[in-house]
């Protein structure tokens, strides 16, 4: 077996024990370094950490042969035991392999058996070790499949954190993203943090994070008090061994030109922590390996949500030039839909809705007229009382709506709902579906009443818009049994307390 790579360290604290085990390990081509007793071997482990075996006795002062595994193992666990003694019982030998150690050679041994038990416990590791790298390549295989799946940045970054804690076996862990000035760090996800540290925005050059953002290095630490220089920046970091590494910027096109995107972005956009191995075992290159793969493959991903944003935001923009443009064309409507959306998004936020529902009758209030697009402009100004076949126009523009929107990727069905069913009233009168009670969502009624008082408020090409008093008296009318009465009530309070002038030109956004 070729040995050229292979150390090993001794461990007796007899010393003709040691010296004659130094020079058979010598003669047969291994680097040998011996230790007097169990403390001296886990600081010389501490200082090699390239050693691949450890001969240690199992009777010695202080510290025993048993204990010393035990406590190698937290220091340098790829190392592999091997204990020697004159005293083999059944109980030494449970324990010893209990802690880890591969073999057992009798005092007094022969060169032979020396031989035999290192190929036997090199061979053992060697297939241990394929085997757990087979593993790692499998879960991280499935890990990059799943992460190549999210398209959502919270979903995404929740992902690889647990991901992450889960395959390097740590209990606190945290994703750090580049702030927009590319000048510091924030907390975006974090698992085992204080609540302190939640959220927090760590300047470059006061963190550990920090340092690996500013120099795109990571960081694989064993113990943090043998770099002074990064203790510095550890604002008190209770975990002595961690990993922090970089989520890197990858080249890419400009979304329209196809062309490397020169604009100035930092090259780092997020940081990934780890720390508190379990079992208080100390993080390895091998777990910095692994996490540098699943770091790749967030990165990835991460811009890729980034670019999706961006285009959906292009196409959004979009859209909402044409709800404006179809505005424009009636000065009467002008403005309809922005106004209609701050009033439902205030109203979502005073009845307590989740912030995400906030956000969906944000985007659906924006687009639910869009449909009047299929209307001619003569029956949507016209004066005089419009006759069944035009309303029956009017009434088919949340079909026409939902058709046009329903190819629109990013958009999900409850955005499709308030296009639809706007207008859908709670005794089934309402249209195009004659939808009944349950069946009409909560984010659609609070739209419904919104909508409602905006058209009755404004002027129409056919009357003046309405005081206050007669839209007080209107909609307490249609509580009964068409809007929503939770809603209503709110509409009225907001009414005649004046607070409803608050928001017609102003767009409230909901805390996360």
Known sequence: MDTDCTSILVVDDEAVIRDLMTEILTEEGYDVEAARDGLHALECLRERPDFAMLFTDIMMPEMDGIELIREARHVSPDVIPIVMTGHATLETARAAVKEGAYDYVLKPFSIGEIRVAIDNALERHRLLRENARLRDLKQTFRISETIAAIHEEDHLLDFVLHASLEHVEAARGSIMLTTENGQALQVAISVGLPDEAKDAVVPYGKSIAGWVAEHSLPLCIQNIQDSPELVKLSRRLKDHSFISLPLEHNLMLDTYTSKPNTRSKPHV?????????????????????????????????????????????????????????????????????????NYSVAAGIQLGMPSKDVETMRLGAMLHDVGKIGVSDAILNKVEPLIYAEWEAIKLH????????????????????????????????????????????????????????????????????????????????????????EVVALFIHMIESGEIHRYRDLELKPDK
């Open 269 to 341: 956009i997020a940081v990934l922590n780890v720390s508190q191995k379990k079992d208080g075992f100390l993080f390895t290159d091998g777990d910095l390996k692994a996490l540098s793969i699943v770091a790749k493959h967030a990165s990835v991903a991460l811009e890729n949500v980034h670019l999706l944003k961006d285009l959906e935001s292009a196409h959004l923009d979009t859209l909402k030039s044409m709800a404006l443009v179809l505005e424009a064309k009636d000065p009467y409507t002008h403005g309809h839909s922005e106004r209609v959306r």
């Open 398 to 485: 949340p079909v026409v709506g939902y058709d046009v929107l329903a190819p629109v990727g990013f958009l999900k069905p409850e955005h499709l709902a308030l296009v639809r069913s706007h207008h859908e009233r709670l005794d089934g009168s309402g249209y195009p579906d004659g939808l009944r009670e349950g069946a009409i969502d909560d984010r659609v009624r609070v739209l419904a009443v919104a909508d409602t008082y905006d058209a009755m408020s404004g002027d129409r090409a056919y009357r003046k818009g309405l005081s206050a008093e007669e839209i007080v008296d209107e909609l307490r009318f249609c509580a009964h049994d068409k809007l929503d009465p």
